[in-house]
RNA sequence: GCCCUCGUAGCUCAGGGGAUAGAGCAUCGGCCUCCGGAGCCGUGUGCGCAGGUUCGAAUCCUGCCGAGGGCGCCA
């Protein structure tokens, strides 16, 4: 990185340093001001710097500013002192259009790609909902959302794995097999059963054993291949399907076990295990080991995140978890802990509950019901790109309303389109460049600096930020920080478009030349943008 | 009762120490002689309440109010 804040940030600590002060650069920040007024970019450092030192903001500001006009930076046209003691820097538009070359030259493979994650193996564990029906609006919510924080991790540069964790086994698997064995024979499910069509459907196939175990495998194993077309419909793939069968049967469960008793960590209780789990911080022991002998799915659990960790050896472990698996938090991180892997390895990010509308009526679900929406049918009404935009433009923290009637309703109007619409017109102009018989000189022949209407330098002020936006969506493990960007940047982009002809008789081919090269940037910025939401960028609506 | 997350415009949401708090939808009104009108331009007396920290708080801390979720030998 060597991008114009970075630039800044030095030349900031150099003017300190002529002073003989020293100043972390964490303390203070190069930022782009919310107003053009104040400058491309401006600095709270002589604000944050006087305090320690004991004289007046603006005092040092002036001493700063005085060394940064001995020894401006590139491009640099005049600073200001402003407000409380803010520097402001005013720079020439050189310094875009060396950005705008240097996103061209790059290309789709190196712009907006950091090395901030270090090549560090992170296993990213998301969606896992239990294969006892199929994939409902509720529960593959977020699924979309960690598949963009996959893509985006990976441009970060981490080595990222996806998984989906597979709950085959315990008592629903049992309570699947009884309801579907009940179908079979012509009972109603009972209470506590399953009772959605789909069960009637796979109970008319299913000629296996008068077994609830056999009879649950085999229908888990149904609805798992019906969840996998409905992710696939979304672009959605995992690395590895792990099923939580596995884990029990490789005796992978008693080996923890053994291990925490072996540090005093177990206590008995009858036949029943207990996990003393509160020694690190949980709010309440843990059964591991039930009455009747059988693991609880929190013993399964530790075992797992046991062979995320030791046995395959990943740096870091990212779950996504509804936010009603809370309560799971605290006992697997206190777990972490005390096998000695350490909880602060294992970022656990809850996703928010998503409650459905219809109208102004909150629509009440039940899973025993079976009424729930299943996510496919939203897939088949949206497609794909609208539905994982849907879910790709809010904060994981935030609880959502959607209404889908207005959805379906508003499907044109879905932000994805004003963005895709973006890529489109991109696109058209290159095709009318082709078949107008343009040839584009190499970029280097070509005076970017011709580029200098309001509407050119806010387009390629936001092209420039994207690196930093892909790196702090990152590090906050906020895909949605990505769409956001991608909307601003699409409204920028549809206004150049409006004002700015690229191709027409009333443009001199010299500026006709920089604009091209202006929308191959941009092209190169929204495809990369598209990619790490997996949207997929159309040539033409 | 305890724990987690969240209260921002009529609605859905950004902004998460920085200067005059933003976008989409909805409303009302403008814009097609040229690269695609799925577009552009205009239209807004809003940070739940009260304290605190700070040069500076929508943002951090405390309390209260409100919403959602959790507090199983379910998974």
Wanted: glycine fraction near 8%.
């Amino acid at each position: 990185m060597n991008g114009v804040r970075d630039r800044i940030a030095e030349a900031l600590g150099a003017a300190m340093e002529s002073m003989g002060l020293e100043i972390d650069p964490s303390l203070f920040v190069v930022e782009r001001p919310a107003r053009i007024e104040h400058g491309e970019f401006s600095t709270n450092v002589a604000m944050v710097a006087a305090k320690r030192l004991g004289v007046s903001p603006r005092s040092l500001a002036e001493k700063i500013c005085g060394y940064l006009n001995e020894n401006p930076i590139r491009h640099q046209e005049r600073l200001e002192i402003a407000g409380p003691g803010f520097i402001n820097f005013f720079l020439n538009c050189g310094y875009l259009h060396e950005e705008l070359a240097q996103a061209v030259l790059k290309g789709e493979d190196s712009f907006a790609l950091s090395g901030v994650g270090g090549g560090e193996r992170v296993l990213l564990e998301f969606c896992s909902a239990n294969p006892t029906g199929p994939l409902h609006v509720g529960n593959g919510w977020w699924a979309s959302y960690g598949d963009a924080l996959a893509r985006l991790l990976r441009r970060c540069g981490y080595a990222v794995s996806t998984e989906y964790y597979v709950n085959d086994t315990g008592g629903q698997i049992r309570r699947l097999g009884e309801s579907l064995l009940a179908r079979r024979a012509g009972r109603e499910v009972e209470e506590e059963g399953y009772q959605g069509d789909y069960v009637k459907e796979l109970a008319a196939e299913y000629s296996g054993p008068e077994d609830v175990v056999a009879a649950g495998k085999w229908a888990a194993e149904r609805n798992l291949k019906t969840i996998k077309i409905s992710l696939d419909k979304l672009g959605i793939h995992f690395d590895v399907w792990f099923s939580q069968a596995s884990i029990e049967e490789s005796g992978a469960v008693e080996e923890i076990l053994d291990l925490l008793d072996s540090k005093g960590l177990i206590a008995e209780e009858d036949s029943k295990k207990i996990f003393l789990s509160t020694r690190f911080g949980d709010s309440r022991d843990r059964y591991l080991v039930k009455a009747e002998g059988d693991f609880t799915y929190l013993a399964g659990d530790i075992a797992y995140h046991y062979n995320k960790f030791v046995v395959r050896g990943f740096q870091r472990v990212i779950d996504i978890f509804g936010a009603d698996h809370h309560g799971q938090v605290a006992s697997l991180k206190a777990a972490m802990d005390a096998v000695g892997v350490g909880s602060e390895k294992l970022e656990i990010l809850l996703g928010q509950m998503v409650s459905l509308l219809s109208g102004s009526d909150r629509l009440k679900f039940s899973k025993r019901k079976g009424n729930l929406i299943p996510l496919e049918d939203l897939v088949d009404d949206l497609g794909p790109a609208a539905t994982r935009l849907l879910s790709l433009s809010t904060s994981i923290d935030r609880a959502t309303s959607v209404d889908l009637d207005k959805v379906k309703a508003e499907s044109m109007d879905n932000p994805v389109y004003y963005i895709q619409y973006a890529h489109a017109r991109m696109a058209s102009i290159e095709r009318v460049k082709d078949q107008r018989g343009i040839i584009l000189p190499a970029i280097s022949e070509v005076d970017l600096s011709l580029l200098v209407h309001p509407r050119e330098l806010a387009l390629m002020r936001e092209l420039m930020s994207l690196p930093e936006v892909v790196e702090e969506a990152g590090l906050d493990r906020a895909p949605y920080k990505i769409a956001n960007w991608l909307k601003d940047f699409s409204g920028l982009f549809h206004s150049f478009y409006h004002d700015c002809y690229v191709i027409s008789d009333a443009v001199e081919i010299e500026l006709t030349y920089a604009r091209l090269y202006l929308v191959a940037g941009c092209k190169v910025a929204i495809r990369v943008a598209l990619s790490l939401l997996g949207v997929e960028a159309l040539e033409q609506m």
